[in-house]
């Protein structure tokens, strides 16, 4: 299993194509999605739930 650190890092350092669709597919996922990896994305990276 990654670290949350791991999945940061990755999100983080996607190009400029992917970076747009890895952020709309957390923003879309449900909120019942409650993940340590969910939280700390929306700390780290501020991609918040929509909706």
């Known amino acids: 299993m990654p670290?949350?650190?791991d999945v940061v890092a990755f999100l983080r350092a996607?190009?400029?194509g992917?970076?747009?669709?890895?952020e709309g597919y957390?923003?879309?996922?449900p909120s019942?999605?409650?993940t340590?990896?969910?939280r700390l994305?929306?700390?780290e990276l501020?991609?918040?739930r929509r909706g």
């Open 3 to 5: 670290s949350g650190a």
């Open 14 to 16: 996607l190009d400029a």
């Open 18 to 22: 992917k970076q747009p669709e890895a």
């Open 26 to 29: 957390v923003r879309q996922a």
């Open 32 to 34: 019942q999605i409650d």
């Open 36 to 38: 340590p990896y969910r």
């Open 41 to 43: 994305i929306e700390r």
């Open 46 to 48: 501020g991609w918040l």
